[in-house]
């Protein structure tokens, strides 16, 4: 019987750190988890920023002020780095960009699907691979 009671009890604990873990994160502390620099996995892929000549390296910076710098570096003999200022917010667990550079409506685009972690970033966009980034800093 008191095996049993000790099964129940364990089984009980780990029902609740699994609920706790996977339990949606608010808007706000996804926000404060995306704040930092953050390197891409694979700059090729195309899901923001669309090239189609090689990529070397694709990096975003998320503000706590809820704007981002994005920056985009060709491979050797493309065009030189292409450096954009975004707006961003997280509202209903989903990432909302804003162009703020030159010529912008001053739009929030489409939301994003995301999921973030101390060490990694996923973006994902319709018809497109998962985009993959990993923190360069905090």
């Given at each position: ?19 706790w ?33 090689g ?59 995301l ?24």
């Amino acid at each position: 019987m008191q095996v049993r009671r000790i099964a129940i009890l364990a089984l009980s604990i780990v029902a609740v750190a699994i609920a706790w873990w996977a339990w949606p994160r608010s808007d706000k502390s996804l926000a404060e988890a995306v704040v930092g620099t953050w390197r891409a996995v694979d700059p090729n892929n195309g899901a923001l920023h669309k090239r189609s000549e090689g990529v070397k390296n694709e990096e975003v910076t998320f503000r706590p002020d809820g704007t981002l710098i994005y920056v985009v570096e060709s491979l050797a003999g493309g065009p030189p780095p292409k450096t954009e200022q975004w707006g961003w917010r997280v509202q209903k667990r989903r990432l909302q960009l804003q162009y703020l550079g030159e010529g912008s409506t001053q739009e929030w685009m489409s939301p994003v699907k995301l999921s973030v972690s101390a060490t990694r970033l996923s973006l994902y966009r319709k018809s497109f691979p998962v985009k993959e980034f990993t923190r360069v800093s905090s």
